[in-house]
């Protein structure tokens, strides 16, 4: 039985390879680029957005929201005038935990690609299933909220490793909790060496600017002919 | 394509829900009331646990801990002299973002279930799909971290409305956040009418009296006979 399931998810992800492919070629040839935003629910990916999109220099940015229900991270971006689209899990796609190739390639038409430079895919809150789905992205990146404690990329390996910047946020907030900055270094390392991080407050703006100059960078990308 | 996976889906929650009675005739007949613990990535779930389970009278309490891999929980419940068992989906289970009734029927056998009196299932950290698998349990309860926002119950209302408590934890930091008690409350009333809610500090100790006093209720309930 166990043995069904992995096949079964592995012909998934398969599927969902091939249309993260198709999805790269359609951005490729807009000359947009694309960031996969990840993280735990409540970590501040929408508000790093707010901090963050109003001041990319010339980039032209877009969001595509995912979430299970509801727009109010659609409503949040829309007040910084970018385009912006919600896509819904919960109305056509059974209420997945995570955005897919598929579900991202629905939305394409939705959006003025171009028009765009850099397009933030919001993924849904989740340190699990997001990892697993390519969706034709540039770069993934996570946020891990030092509220949530040290030891998450120890739990959530995966996550950790398939990013290549980790945002640790709400740095505000260390003055006030037990939490190790070294250490988390330190489980970080151990799961994924080296990997780029920063840390910032996107609700102070403490060290934003870093992430706003990350997103200029992954704008200004050449073309990867990887596919 | 979304009927089909929407026929899966359905499919594969009637066999879970099959297998959840039978966990549940299993727990009814060994005396042992069940709780579902769900929560965020970082909400606080074990922290609680380590609140909570040294002091509840005479009821001999034991944790069935839920993650993708590692026991770094269960470790840390050892501690406490209960029995605890780690189950990882990663290592047989395809890596699943949720415990299922299966999953927590495998690990049966390694439970002392007629020396307890109450088992704390600890399921792995995530909103989405926890919510949507019955394991046997007899009640289901989330965690709710204030440092997660007030909009958790419009973003994920499937988890609000699956649970008969919600925890609001956290609540030491309220000072140093921008965070609405009374919103939150309104938004969880918009979707699960009066539900049960406790707000504590896990760390803190604030308030954790409460729910350790509701565990020994649950421990107390007569079996139902819905089954």
Not at 8 to 14: F, P, R, S
Not at 164 to 192: A, G, Q, T
Not at 215 to 221: C, E, I
Request: proline residues 4%; aromatic residues 4%.
């Amino acid at each position: 039985m166990h043995r069904t399931r992995v096949r079964i998810v592995e012909d998934a992800l398969d599927a969902n390879n091939t249309i993260a492919r198709a999805n790269r070629e359609d951005f490729d040839r807009a000359g947009v680029r694309v960031v996969n935003l990840m993280s735990a629910p409540g970590a501040g990916k929408t508000t790093l957005l707010e901090a963050t999109l109003g001041d990319l220099g010339g980039v032209r940015a877009g969001v595509l929201e995912g979430d299970v229900q509801g727009s109010l991270d659609a409503d949040r971006i829309t007040h910084l005038h970018v385009p912006v689209v919600q896509l819904n899990t919960g109305s056509h796609f059974g209420g997945e935990c995570h955005l897919d190739a598929n579900m991202v390639r629905s939305a394409l038409p939705e959006l003025p690609l171009s028009e765009l430079d850099l397009l933030i895919v919001e993924n849904v809150g989740n340190l699990v299933c997001p990892a697993e789905f390519r969706i034709g992205e540039d770069a993934r990146v996570m946020i891990s909220a030092v509220t949530e404690g040290e030891d998450k990329p120890l739990k959530y390996p995966l996550m950790f490793r398939a990013c290549e910047l980790v945002v640790i946020n709400k740095i505000d907030l260390l003055p006030h909790l037990e939490y190790d900055l070294d250490r988390f270094h330190h489980h970080l390392d151990s799961v994924h060496p080296g990997v780029a991080r920063m840390a910032l407050s996107a609700r102070t703006g403490e060290g934003v600017e870093e992430f706003a100059a990350w997103l200029v960078g992954v704008a200004a990308r050449a073309v990867a002919h990887e596919h």
